[in-house]
């Protein structure tokens, strides 16, 4: 992983993990929020994600030890769909690792259907750009439309395939 976005330098630490197909930049809204908070908020890219190098492993052991990476102790860790899975897996490998956890729409159960790959897929069928994003989620603010579009670019079905090949058996 390449280093992860830091928002403040509070007291409190709290660790941003995303979801598939997204990146760091996703959590522009909330990073500064929970800095202003008193956290030292910090959000990295996940393995082939973002800013991250590509890899060959994209197995949640691999995707842990990332994350792992970053240390322990913290205080909160919120982690959405993909980055849910990895807290949880974490948290399972080190009691100590986070204080609390906050899981938001957490991929525990991955199936690998077609209907599931179509689904998480469909972003990518249309040009990847700002007035197809905007478009097809009129409500977003615009820089997470913005983001949408950055992190599409980044991770694409090279990522999002692979990774749910490898989630397949996994059952948190």
């Avoid at 957490?106 to 690998?112: E, I």
């Amino acid at each position: 992983m390449i280093g992860p976005l830091v928002y403040g330098d509070g007291d409190r630490r709290i660790l941003l993990l995303h979801g598939i197909s997204s990146n760091a930049n996703g959590w522009w809204r909330l990073g500064p929020d929970l800095a202003a908070a008193g956290f030292t908020v910090v959000a990295p890219d996940l393995r082939a994600h973002g800013r991250s190098p590509a890899v060959t492993d994209y197995s949640i052991e691999a995707y842990r030890d990332d994350v792992l990476g970053l240390g322990s102790g913290w205080d909160v860790v919120l982690g959405h769909s993909l980055g849910g899975s990895i807290a949880v897996v974490c948290q399972a490998t080190d009691p100590g690792w986070a204080r609390s956890l906050v899981l938001e729409d957490p991929a525990l159960v991955l199936v690998s259907t077609p209907e599931v790959m179509q689904w998480l897929l469909q972003d990518y069928r249309s040009p990847i750009d700002i007035e197809t994003i905007r478009a097809a989620y009129p409500e977003w603010h615009p820089n997470d439309v913005t983001a949408k579009v950055e992190a599409l670019r980044q991770a694409g079905p090279h990522v999002v395939e692979p990774t749910m090949q490898a989630f397949e058996a996994v059952d948190l």
